[in-house]
Structure formats: structure tokens, C-alpha cells
């Protein structure tokens, strides 16, 4: 499924509107895209546990977690938010990936007591400034007594609804997965629209700047199944004294002696990026290729980029070897020009978040 990437027009302001959108005021995204996979059972939390790097029985019920899953290579396979609605009731709210097969043939060979299904459910983010606020009209109190990663089971508009505290813009921000969303989807939207009018609510895409600035991946964009969590930042996600073993465990547990030790077993690392140049007003339509210097071959490449006005710079995440994934590291980045690659932007490598 696709995901909207924005809807401001040129004309508009593009980018920036929705950046002032979500800065100042409160945005409603389309994230339907984002499917949600249940799996629940009497042995609910024994399966999630051993499909999921993180140690999910510390994790309380009505609770949202960001968890890795692993092939038995070390290799990621997803990376979703993980909402515990009870230790019979898990929901995956994936990103861009078929997880609910993987899941269901994990569990052909291990016989898990669990069903494990895609539910007729759809999320949208309402994310910015005045996300608060609006959410309190929404749902009444508890909203704010909402902690961060909290669940809540509600109505807006008399639907159905779970609340999660959650996000990926970088502002205060909530998501809501609507049931039954095949039949109601357009009643809550425009509950939505008429109860936010008067916060200046704008619908908006994801906005870029935020998560590049956050080191915040996109699936199939920034990481995919071909790279390790040690690749893309996630070491703290790969626990040292996790009591019940999970896939990947060995492969993982023996790559990080490997680092410990100064031997990589990966020759590209994600890092942040602060590039020169006249501010981004659209996503990458190619591959803008990295050297360490501007007549130098390429050896990475980036995989997002976006201009952010808070620090008034471009700023990307790349894909580098290792030996130049140290904060200050001068390089170049080539944006293509028609059939050839244009000149060199410098950049410098940066740490997360970018300033």
C-alpha cells in the first residue's frame, strides 16, 4: 500500500506549509498503510517474545513498544510498533512488508497456541503543536493522562477506536486505529477535520524534517531486510540478558563481539548528515551518491534527505562505511544531472539529533 506524502501545492508553500502546519498548529496524516496484525491467544506473549529482539513480558498491558524482528541471520525483518493490549492480545503495527506471513510461517514449525490475523483496522496520526488539545476534544481527559507509548480504548464520533500515544513527527503527536475501518473510515476522517477546524488543522504527509533530524527510519527507504539493527543505530534494541531466546540471537549476540572486537561484519553504517546547497523542496527522485572527497569514487549513498528550518540546513541519513561514520567527517554528495552526477555537495557527518 501507499503512503500520501504530502499535499501542499507549490503554489501553496509545498513542504514548508505543512512544516508550519505541524510546528505551529495540528496535522492529521493518512497512515493506512500501516496495517495492523493481531496475534492472540494463551500463548500470545511467549510467541511475541520469541519473534521480537526486546524482552516483551517487562512490557504492561495498554502499553506501545518499538521492537526489531530478526531472520535467523541477525538480518531485520520489520521493525513496527508492537501495542500489548493484554498477555493474550498483541497487534503489530507494521511498515511497509508482509509480516503477517513471516509470523504465520514461524509458527508452522513452532506451534504456538496463537491466531494470528490482519485486522480490518486503519490508523491515522494527528501530530503537531496543538495535538493536545485537539485529542482532549476528541476523546475528553484522557488524552492528557495519557502517558508517552500509552493505549487507551475510546470512541470518537461514537466509533470504535484505540488511542496510542505515539508518532513518528517529532511534536506531540497521537495515533488512532480505527475498527471496522472499511465501513466508517470516511465518519471518523471528517469528525476529525470539522472538530480540528478550529486548531487550523492541515492534512499533511509525514513530515520529512523531524524524522531525518531524529535518525527515525522508513522501512523499505532507510533500512530494509538486507541490514542488521547494528547497522542503522538499533544496538540498544538487541538486549544482553534477555531470560527467553528469540530468532537471531546467536547471529546477533556473535556480531556484537565482532564490533566489540573492531571487526565489522557489515561494510555500510547509517549516519546523519548536515549538507550544503539550496534548501530540498521534494523527496530524493534517485540515488544521490557520497565520496569522501570531490573528485573521489563513490562509496555511499544517501537514502533521505530533506531541508529542515529549525537548523536552517539540509539534512540527510546515508548509508557510509564505517570509517567515515564519525561525527565531523567531511564529505560529498552528488546530486544526479540528467544522465551524469553533478558536482559535490559538502556535507558533514553528524550525530542524532542533527544541529
Known amino acids: 500500500m501507499y503512503l500520501p506524502r504530502g499535499y501542499g501545492s507549490d503554489e501553496g508553500g509545498g513542504s514548508g506549509a505543512e512544516y508550519e502546519a505541524l510546528t505551529q498548529r495540528v496535522t492529521l496524516w493518512d497512515i493506512a498503510a500501516a496495517r495492523q496484525i ?20 517487562r512490557l504492561a498491558s495498554m502499553r506501545a513498544a518499538y521492537t526489531v524482528l530478526c531472520d535467523a541471520g541477525g538480518r531485520m525483518v520489520n521493525d513496527p510498533l508492537l501495542l500489548k493490549i493484554s498477555p493474550e492480545e498483541y497487534w503489530f503495527s507494521i511498515s511497509d512488508s508482509d509480516l503477517s506471513l513471516w509470523l504465520k510461517g514461524v ?35 484522557m488524552a492528557a493522562e495519557m502517558p508517552v507509548f500509552g493505549l487507551a480504548e475510546t470512541e470518537i464520533a461514537g466509533l470504535p477506536v484505540l488511542v496510542s500515544r505515539t508518532g513518528f513527527s517529532g511534536e506531540a503527536g497521537y495515533e488512532v486505529y480505527l475498527k471496522n475501518s472499511s465501513i466508517h473510515a470516511e465518519q471518523m476522517w471528517d469528525a476529525i477535520l470539522r472538530a480540528g477546524d478550529k486548531y487550523g488543522l492541515t492534512v499533511t504527509g509525514p513530515i520529512q524534517p523531524h524524522r531525518v533530524t531524529s535518525g527515525i527510519l522508513a522501512w523499505g527507504q532507510d533500512v530494509d531486510s538486507e541490514m542488521v539493527p547494528f ?125
Open 38 to 57: 493481531r496475534v492472540r491467544g494463551p500463548e500470545a506473549t511467549e510467541f511475541v517474545d520469541y519473534v521480537v529482539t526486546r524482552d516483551v513480558t
Open 107 to 141: 509458527n508452522v514449525g513452532k506451534g504456538f497456541d496463537v491466531q494470528i490475523q490482519e485486522m480490518d483496522v486503519s490508523p491515522v496520526q494527528i501530530q503537531g503543536a496543538q495535538a493536545n488539545s485537539l485529542m482532549a476534544d476528541l476523546i475528553g481527559d
Open 231 to 355: 547497522q542503522v543505530g538499533l544496538a540498544s534494541h538487541i538486549p544482553r540478558n534477555k531470560a527467553s531466546d528469540y530468532i537471531g540471537r546467536a547471529a546477533l549476540e556473535k556480531m556484537r563481539d565482532e564490533i566489540a572486537a573492531g571487526n565489522h561484519p557489515y561494510r555500510l553504517t547509517m549516519v546523519g548528515l548536515k549538507m550544503e546547497g539550496e534548501p530540498l523542496v521534494d523527496y530524493l527522485s534517485d540515488f544521490w551518491l557520497v565520496a569522501p572527497a570531490p573528485d573521489a569514487e563513490p562509496v555511499g549513498y544517501v537514502t533521505s534527505a530533506s531541508y529542515a528550518p529549525k537548523i536552517r540546513s539540509n539534512v540527510a541519513l546515508a548509508r557510509l562505511p564505517v570509517d567515515l561514520a564519525v561525527p565531523g567527517t567531511q564529505v560529498y554528495v552528488s546530486k544526479p544531472s540528467g544522465d551524469s552526477t553533478g558536482t559535490g555537495i559538502p556535507a558533514v557527518v553528524s550525530e542524532f539529533p542533527i544541529e
